[in-house]
């Protein structure tokens, strides 16, 4: 006979883990699909948490849901064994590929990090981006396609790796450089460092879209486009031709720069493009004194992206302040993203906003 004292309830358990919320993707475990098996016998609560891929905060979560459960169970004789595993997600093949796009195949959604503007921040935040979602437990790739000034060397520190090529069924492929768990690509690692690329119209259109075509990067949720500032020819070509999931395009408020964004959101909505902007998100939208943090200054004017996005009807992905430690670790090549700071939640932000926005 079975003479332990509680019923224990599914139901229950399922509700107590409904609080237990995904840091980087703010959904429950529950709503994630990732509790999976949930069991009550002998005494024993068992059930299984599954990732759809590794994930950086797996052991912060299985805590969490032990001490939900225990929460709502706290006689210790009751045992909870929750078992984690990774089970990757099968990417869905994408169709009708043109020539050059099988490498690409196997990932799920290729953004475009693009601005009007040159020096808004785009490579800082598409880096930090790239990071956070790679911490966030995706599998992550970014195509530095800046052919005029590369910058992801610099700022992941890689400025002395070589990319190897492959010869892979009688084709060459680059492989990409791997740093905190992001696969880079960059034209930076094919040319002398100080010396600037001077490469105009086709080639340099046919450069970019290597640096996005011919490379090995596998299987991946997320492939990031680090796109060279401005709307010209090259782009348009460059964009038309991937099969992107939409643009992020990135400003700062001030309205020399907002005027740039029109002209870029009207090139990815334009007849021959006709990619989606997923949304603006608008960098160095006030700055903060460390000494005087509840201070907000707002130096290049106040939401001028929030306004833009009204006017456009697309969403306002994330505000990201100015701070001093983004540029450091712009420079230093160690972004802020990687560590679990303040000055890196505005990116773990955006990271979850886009996650949420492609509904993955
Ligand atoms: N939020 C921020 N806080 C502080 N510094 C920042 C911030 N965003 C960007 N920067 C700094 O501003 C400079 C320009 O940024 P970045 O190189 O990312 O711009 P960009 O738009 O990619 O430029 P380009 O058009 O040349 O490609 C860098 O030194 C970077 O570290
Ligand atoms: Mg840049």
Same mark, same amino acid.
């Given at each position: 006979?079975?003479?332990?004292?509680?019923?224990?309830?599914?139901?229950? !358990?399922?509700?107590?883990?409904?609080?237990?919320?995904?840091?980087?993707?703010?959904?429950?475990?529950?709503?994630?699909?990732?509790?999976?098996?949930?069991?009550?016998?002998?005494?024993?609560?068992?059930?299984?948490?599954?990732?759809?891929?590794?994930?950086?905060?797996? @052991? *912060?979560?299985?805590?969490?849901?032990? &001490?939900?459960?225990?929460?709502?169970?706290?006689?210790?004789?009751?045992?909870?064994?929750?078992?984690?595993?990774?089970?990757?997600?099968?990417?869905?093949?994408?169709?009708?590929?043109?020539?050059?796009?099988?490498?690409?195949?196997?990932?799920?959604? !290729?953004?475009?990090?693009?601005?009007?503007?040159?020096?808004?921040?785009?490579?800082?935040? @598409?880096?930090?981006?790239?990071? @956070?979602?790679?911490? =966030?437990?995706?599998?992550?790739?970014?195509?530095?396609?800046?052919?005029?000034?590369?910058?992801?060397?610099?700022?992941? %520190?890689?400025?002395?790796?070589?990319?190897?090529?492959?010869? !892979?069924?009688?084709?060459?492929?680059?492989?990409?450089?791997?740093?905190?768990?992001?696969?880079?690509? %960059?034209?930076?690692?094919?040319?002398?460092?100080?010396?600037?690329?001077?490469?105009?119209?086709?080639?340099?259109?046919?450069?970019?879209? &290597?640096?996005?075509? &011919?490379?090995?990067?596998?299987?991946?949720?997320?492939?990031? !486009?680090?796109?060279?500032?401005?709307?010209?020819?090259?782009?348009?070509?460059?964009?038309?031709?991937?099969?992107?999931?939409?643009?992020?395009?990135?400003?700062?408020?001030?309205?020399?720069?907002?005027?740039?964004?029109?002209?870029?959101?009207?090139?990815?909505?334009?007849?021959?493009?006709?990619?989606?902007?997923?949304?603006?998100?608008?960098?160095?939208?006030?700055?903060?004194?460390?000494?005087?943090?509840?201070?907000?200054?707002?130096?290049?004017?106040?939401?001028?992206?929030?306004?833009?996005?009204?006017?456009?009807?697309?969403?306002?992905?994330?505000?990201?302040?100015?701070? &001093?430690?983004?540029?450091?670790?712009?420079?230093?090549?160690?972004?802020?993203?990687?560590?679990?700071?303040?000055?890196? *939640? =505005?990116?773990?932000?955006?990271?979850?906003?886009?996650?949420?926005?492609?509904?993955?």
């Amino acid at each position: 006979m079975n003479n332990f004292k509680y019923v224990m309830d599914i139901k229950i !358990i399922e509700d107590a883990l409904r609080s237990v919320i995904h840091p980087a993707k703010e959904k429950s475990v529950i709503e994630l699909g990732m509790v999976e098996d949930i069991k009550t016998e002998d005494g024993k609560i068992r059930f299984k948490l599954v990732f759809p891929s590794p994930d950086a905060l797996s @052991a *912060q979560l299985k805590k969490s849901c032990e &001490q939900a459960v225990r929460a709502v169970y706290p006689d210790p004789s009751i045992k909870i064994n929750i078992m984690e595993l990774v089970r990757e997600r099968k990417i869905e093949k994408r169709v009708n590929l043109q020539l050059g796009q099988e490498q690409i195949e196997n990932v799920a959604h !290729i953004i475009a990090v693009a601005s009007g503007k040159g020096g808004v921040g785009k490579s800082t935040v @598409a880096v930090n981006l790239a990071v @956070a979602l790679a911490k =966030a437990g995706y599998r992550v790739g970014l195509a530095d396609a800046d052919v005029y000034g590369p910058s992801v060397p610099i700022m992941t %520190s890689t400025e002395d790796a070589h990319p190897e090529v492959a010869d !892979i069924d009688d084709k060459e492929l680059i492989i990409p450089i791997v740093k905190y768990g992001v696969k880079w690509m %960059s034209i930076g690692y094919f040319s002398p460092p100080g010396q600037p690329l001077i490469w105009r119209g086709p080639m340099a259109s046919n450069a970019l879209k &290597q640096m996005v075509l &011919q490379v090995r990067w596998g299987e991946l949720d997320f492939l990031l !486009i680090d796109l060279p500032p401005g709307t010209g020819d090259i782009h348009i070509s460059t964009v038309q031709d991937l099969p992107l999931s939409g643009a992020v395009v990135v400003s700062t408020p001030q309205d020399v720069a907002l005027a740039d964004v029109e002209k870029g959101i009207n090139m990815f909505r334009s007849k021959n493009v006709e990619k989606p902007v997923l949304g603006l998100i608008e960098n160095m939208a006030w700055f903060t004194p460390e000494e005087l943090p509840e201070n907000r200054y707002y130096i290049f004017g106040k939401e001028g992206c929030k306004r833009m996005a009204e006017k456009f009807g697309v969403p306002l992905l994330g505000q990201i302040p100015i701070v &001093q430690s983004i540029r450091e670790g712009g420079d230093n090549g160690e972004p802020v993203a990687l560590s679990n700071r303040p000055d890196g *939640q =505005a990116f773990r932000d955006l990271a979850g906003k886009i996650v949420e926005i492609l509904n993955y």
